[in-house]
């Protein structure tokens, strides 16, 4: 398997630090807002790249923060006149929402980075404690060019850096050593959230966060940190500065950065009114069509969104949905069980689509070419399922189907939706059952119900109903 790593510059062989397990980190979004549809391309990307591993036989520690202390979650808190708490939890619980509804597994661990000020407060500690920070006024900053390899990430040069007064701090530049030093803990400004420090009552920087988050939940060394493109500076760049300088040891193996998504050929802003939240686009289109869309360009490519593309994603997802479903009433008619001689051939045709897709997932998780094998399969079982074939046929083309689909996080087995009459019908037929005293066909039609997602209650009113 090879990957693309952000810090080579090239594609490298995957090679885990321990033997059949991935530790994986993935940053998540500051929590003050619905989020868009931007948030959501790392999210269904990794989520992607997090299942082709276990697919494989890995076992995938996964670990995504959310960003719970932040100046926009303040801004909207002092907005609305209620707690900072009150904005993440809000939040959180929403971007849950878009997550299930994109069906992206929930992490191993999310963590929340008020949940773990104790161990950056610690780590901060130890940078002072070696010579890689320094307090000044209450401010801790890190000491950028004491960190040698600071830049191999992003590969930019400090003094370039420099020359064009780039700064990687938002204030107190005249306290700073150095202009490029950059902030690990703040003190409090009235009004705002804080924790006590040895250096100030205040709260810590954006990047010490994470470098905490993935040290306390991976361990000091990581086999990929991964996110989008705009976090490799100065975010994931002073992640490493932090985290090696503290640990002593290379932070993470490899480095994924997903491209921009775009609408409609322009940059997305609020200026140009090309915002789109997933919330938003949940009132047009099934998530499950924004999943397949996100998937149908390879992760490292610009992406552009637009009507027409989601309208062509929803159509080539309906595709497979309706090549599922025929194989799911073919199999269950069927007349012959025994795979015959000529099918054994069919199936190793269809295998050869499986192994491409395999292939492509291999090749730096190019999902847009898996898709692809996922399309000549279903078109291979369109034409070689007829009524003649027999049910082993068509459950191994179904079964190879289910897999792939499942890997990119796609729901392609659609629930048949039972309507009110019908639930009436097997009440009615239940209870003239019981009547008979045929207690096994009752439970049977209940079990059935339930399966379906229908609870009946016994009441004194008759039988009641409702969906689970």
Known sequence: MKIYNTLSKQKEEFIPLEEGKVKMYVCGPTVYNFIHIGNARPMIVFDTVRRYFEYKGYEVNYVSNFTDVD?????????????????????????????EGMNIKPATKHPRATEEIGGMLSMIGNLIDKGYAYEKNGTVYYRTRKFLEYG???????????????????????????????????????????????????????????????????????????????????????????????????????????????????????????????????????????RFFMLNAHYRSP???????????????????????????????????????????????ARGYSAGFEAAMEDDFNTADAIASVFELVKHA???????????????????????????????????EILAEEIEALIEERQQARKNRDFAKADGIRDQLLEKGIILEDTREGVKWKKA
């Not at 009235?190 to 420090?197: L, N, Q």
């Not at 100030?200 to 940190?225: A, F, Q, T, V």
């Not at 025994?338 to 051939?345: A, N, R, S, Y």
């Not at 046929?393 to 048949?416: N, S």
């Open 71 to 99: 100046d926009k979650i303040i801004r909207k808190a002092n907005e609305e006149g209620v707690s900072c708490d009150e904005i993440s939890e809000r939040y959180i619980a929403e971007c849950k929402k878009d997550m």
């Open 152 to 290: 191999k990430l992003s590969h930019k040069n400090l003094d370039d850096l420099r020359s064009g007064e780039r700064s990687l701090l938002v204030s107190g530049q005249d306290e700073k050593e150095d202009t490029l030093d950059f902030v690990l803990w703040k003190p409090k400004k009235e009004g705002e959230p804080f924790w006590t420090s040895p250096w100030s009552d205040g709260r810590p920087g954006w990047h010490i966060e994470c470098s905490e988050m993935s040290k306390k939940y991976l361990g000091e060394e990581i086999d990929i940190h991964a996110g989008g493109e705009d976090l490799v500076f100065p975010h994931h760049e002073n992640e490493i500065a932090q985290s090696e300088a503290a640990n002593g040891k290379t932070f993470a193996r490899y480095w994924m950065h997903n491209a921009f998504l775009n609408i409609d050929n322009r940059k997305m802003s609020k200026s140009l009114g090309n915002f789109r939240t997933v919330r938003e686009i949940s009132r047009q289109y099934d998530l499950q069509v924004l």
């Open 303 to 349: 992406l552009n969104f637009s009507a027409d593309l989601m309208e062509a994603s929803g159509n080539g997802l309906e595709r497979i949905k309706n090549a599922v479903s025929n194989l799911e009433f073919s199999a269950k008619h069927a007349k012959k069980e025994g795979l015959t001689e000529e099918e054994g051939k069919l199936l190793e045709t």
């Open 382 to 416: 369109n034409t070689t399922v007829t009524e003649d074939s027999t049910a082993s046929y068509i459950r191994e083309i179904l079964e190879q189907i289910l897999k792939l689909t499942d890997v990119l996080g796609l729901i392609v087995v659609q629930e048949e």
